[in-house]
């Protein structure tokens, strides 16, 4: 196992605080080693302390993970984070997805008019909570054999009626409803684009909320569907199982929980490049902000004096060709939304795969669901992302001071 490697997080002046697990030294640097860097989890301190006690729990697990007989991870092997959680999915799977074509820049238009995000909602108000976790919830949706993804690209249609037979893929479809409580289980897409299985739900939903759902027709394609699908399970169960039986043993081992619960956003991410304006110059790139371009400008900045560009590939607009986005996140909505409508009235808030009710419940051991601890309790909600939770007597307490107060409220 590799013993050199750097743990670092970012100052408020763009340097890096480095802690050199090797020699034990702590230096401020401009910039972090190209190989073997790892960061600072949020919810660890920020600190010279945080550093070396992060740096000591990093290095028990990658240890647990190294010493494990049935599979072995070298974890400091991988030259960063992002590596470790990418290549060891590849290590595992890459047959099942290498022949998959490219995801085009035409595909890509369409995924990115889908709303792509979690459900989110919140009814402000002070009361009792008990909320609910899923557990592994993105990994286990990746694994499931009735989650479906494309295998290769799809084709425009212009449709002049929605089909009785809705086959995988995008439709542009303007979804209205007035219904109290169909932000509890439903996201509308700004540009009326929705994937298959989130115009399913809304049909099956439509008279119980009385959803009006029409297909657009203005004479562009309002269809891209697909012919060649296969199931999540075909391409990740074998990589969810073998790191679940890593976390079965080691219950508090982070790394594992990490290469499990980041990959998602890895596959999804989009394929850039970062230039200088010297560089794009010299190399005769042809970058703006249309298709016209060979790269597409994602993002600007300025770093030691020099004007950078994040340039995205117009002919491979994403990293890799697993077509995840935005099926998955639609996956998740219903399958929360699901559990919602099971105690639709109770429902106080919900973030992504964390719900809220007023009343406890049991659920079945199917729905893979926890107490979550940190929003249980007497909770005081004014956004989806803003709350406080308070003691009986009112007062506001945090993690730090919430025993020492229950010992004052006790005397």
Not at 213 to 231: F, G, M, R, W
Not at 265 to 278: A, E, L, P, R
Not at 317 to 340: D, H, M
Not at 374 to 381: A, D, E, Q, Y
Request: proline share 2%; hydrophobic share 30%; glycine share 4%.
């Amino acid at each position: 196992m590799n013993e050199k490697y750097y743990i670092n997080y970012k100052l408020a002046d763009g340097q890096f605080r480095i802690y050199n697990n090797e020699t034990g030294e702590l230096t401020t640097e401009k910039e972090v080693p190209k190989k073997f860097r790892y960061y600072l989890p949020a919810g660890c301190e920020v600190s010279d302390k945080g550093l070396i006690a992060h740096a000591k729990e990093f290095n028990k697990c990658a240890k647990e993970m190294y010493n494990d007989k049935d599979f072995q991870v070298h974890y400091t092997s991988y030259h960063n984070d992002h590596t470790a959680v990418e290549l060891v999915y590849k290590k595992l799977c890459y047959k099942k997805y290498k022949d998959f074509s490219n995801i085009s820049n035409e595909e890509s238009g369409w995924y990115e008019k889908c709303y792509n995000a979690g459900l989110f909602y919140c009814d402000p108000r002070e009361c009792n909570t008990y909320s609910y976790d899923f557990s592994a919830n993105y990994p286990r949706i990746m694994s499931s054999k009735d989650f479906v993804i494309p295998t290769s690209d799809g084709k425009e249609y212009t449709l002049k009626k929605l089909p009785k037979d809705i086959k995988t893929g995008i439709y542009r479809v303007a979804i209205t409803c007035d219904h109290k409580d169909i932000k509890k289980v439903f996201s509308f897409s700004k540009n009326n684009t929705y994937v298959d299985i989130t115009l399913k739900f809304a049909l099956k939903y439509q008279k119980k909320f009385n959803i009006k759902i029409e297909l657009v027709q203005d004479d562009k394609p309002n269809a891209y569907i697909y012919d060649s699908v296969t199931t999540g399970s075909t391409l990740f169960s074998y990589w969810f199982f073998k790191l679940l039986k890593l976390k079965t043993k080691y219950p508090g081992n982070f790394l594992v929980k990490r290469l499990m619960s980041s990959l998602w956003g890895h596959i999804c991410q989009f394929k850039t490049i970062n230039k200088s304006w010297s560089e794009i110059e010299a190399e005769g790139l042809k970058i703006g902000m249309t298709d016209k371009c060979d790269y597409i400008i994602k993002d600007f900045y300025l770093y030691d004096k020099q004007e950078y560009y994040e340039l995205q590939d117009i002919n491979q607009p994403y990293k890799y060709n697993i077509r995840l986005k935005p099926f998955l996140a639609a996956y998740a909505r219903i399958k929360t939304a699901e559990i919602a409508l099971l105690h639709l009235s109770k429902v106080v808030r919900i973030h992504t795969d964390c719900i809220s009710f007023r009343k406890q419940y049991e659920f079945k051991n199917e729905y893979y669901l926890s107490m979550e601890a940190k929003t249980t309790g007497l909770i005081n909600w004014r956004h989806v992302n803003s709350y406080d939770k308070l003691c009986k007597c009112g007062k506001m307490i945090n993690n730090r001071d919430r025993n020492s107060h229950k010992l004052i409220c006790k005397l």
